[in-house]
């Protein structure tokens, strides 16, 4: 299988799939897009942005990679970890790769942060930005306590029913309060893969896949000034933590981006909207993209040039620039673990939690279903969720039982840290 290495102990998982439209004479002229699919899941949920009629494989090369934790990608945790290390393993793995410029479809939040670290160490590689969803510059108040809650629920519970509720609760977030209207499969298949990569008995990969983002201190305003490429930004209304003024007002923040970029909201959209709605986003997302694509002199960042805009070392010299920390220059740039912002501190305080859950872990149980094949094994959708994790929740057909029991869950955590909101 494809891995790249980009760190000791970071293999990331990637696959290539060249445009439909690739001919011998314009094998060169295609241009190049990077999809990151959203926090817990894996490429494979992709696909539906990529094979088909009008789908992106009809006008891009298209190049697919699991992060750090998340699918195929064999990683140990590192506790330095950050949302710039992830954003230097891409660019650690397009350099290997060799390609140049392209363009980014960013699946949620995690992946909009990602992208936009990307474009501020390597302000020549991205030539535009789809952002769906459009976060915070950091958790602040019960959203943060409410998601630290959530995720030590997630990785040290008592009783199964303590994962579920956790997981349940993420879900809520991800789909918004009227996860109803998505589809059932949607939901189970999300679900699917918590029980499947994330079980308690995995807690230290469960904590590796989301404390980066979690956790995630407020960059330099420094980095919002480097974007001056066309971004997208989309943004569901239905939705529990992001509000739709917020987001406008970070997306304001980029003075410097092209004057081809958008913010838009759409309707009766969750948060994860990219495999809940996939069809809301293309509708947006394509009509952009080709405009661009039709017209490059719309994008000042884009130059035709074979030479790679990826020059690890300079990167390590920006992000040192954009951290106000000269001595991160000093840091060994022919590794991504090279790239991040996170204090002595605080890189101490995760490698004792790592080592404490990596002993706890041990004693911990698996989910029912867990052992069921995975996504990219070709199995059905029944032979990977043998037991569909809306059945655990759900007592009538309407699923009002269910929503109410995920309702009863988020009003505990409310209770519960209302006393640290107020403090």
């Avoid at 909009?112 to 302000?123: A, D, H, K, Q, S």
């Avoid at 309702?407 to 209770?415: D, T, V, Y």
Wanted: glycine letters at 4%; a negative charge.
């Amino acid at each position: 299988m494809p891995f790249i290495t980009v760190a000791q102990d970071v293999n990331l998982y990637y696959e290539i799939i060249p445009s439909i439209s690739t001919t011998t004479s314009n094998s060169n002229s295609i241009p190049w897009l990077i999809i990151l699919p959203p926090i817990f899941l894996d490429i494979t949920f992709t696909f539906p942005y990529i094979h088909g009629p009008g789908q992106l494989s009809q006008n891009f090369n298209i190049i697919l990679i699991d992060f750090r934790c998340h699918g195929r990608t064999c990683s140990k945790v590192s506790p330095s970890c950050d949302l710039w290390t992830l954003a230097a393993d891409l660019a650690f793995a397009l350099h290997q790769l060799k390609l140049n410029q392209l363009h980014v479809l960013a699946g949620d939040s995690l992946g909009t942060e990602v992208t936009l670290r990307l474009i501020g160490l390597f302000p020549s590689l991205v030539i535009s930005a789809c952002l769906c969803c459009l976060p915070p510059l950091t958790e602040e108040g019960f959203i943060k306590t409410a998601f630290q809650t959530v995720m030590t629920s997630w990785t040290n519970p008592e009783v199964p029913e303590d994962w579920e509720a956790s997981v349940s609760a993420t879900q809520w977030w991800l789909y918004g309060p009227s996860s109803s209207k998505c589809s059932l499969d949607v939901l189970d298949a999300w679900a699917g893969v918590m029980v499947r990569r994330y079980p308690p008995s995995k807690a230290t990969h469960s904590l590796g896949s989301c404390s980066f983002y979690v956790e995630r201190d407020p960059p330099p305003p420094a980095l919002a000034l480097a974007v001056n490429i066309p971004i997208l930004v989309l943004h569901g209304d239905a939705e529990n933590i992001y509000d739709e003024l917020g987001a406008e007002q970070r997306y304001n923040e980029f003075v410097n981006c092209s004057n081809k970029s958008s913010f838009r909201v759409l309707k009766n959209t969750p948060l994860q909207m990219f495999d809940s709605f996939p069809q809301r986003v293309q509708e947006q997302y394509y009509p952009w993209l080709n405009d661009l694509i039709q017209n490059p002199q719309l994008n000042p960042s884009y130059t035709n040039s074979s030479h790679s805009p990826i020059d690890l070392v300079k990167g390590l010299q920006r992000l040192a620039q954009i951290l106000g920390d000269p001595s991160v220059e000093c840091r060994d740039p022919s590794t991504s673990d090279s790239f991040y912002a996170l204090s002595h501190e605080k890189i101490k305080s995760n490698a004792e939690r790592l080592g404490w859950i990596e002993k706890n872990q041990i004693n911990k149980f698996s989910m029912i279903g867990g052992g069921a094949p995975e996504t990219w094994t070709g199995a059905s959708f029944e032979e990977q969720n043998p037991i569909r994790f809306s059945k655990r929740l759900q007592r009538h057909s309407d699923g009002v039982e269910a929503a109410n029991r995920v309702e009863e869950i988020i009003l505990a955590i409310s209770e519960s840290t209302v006393e640290d909101d107020i403090q």
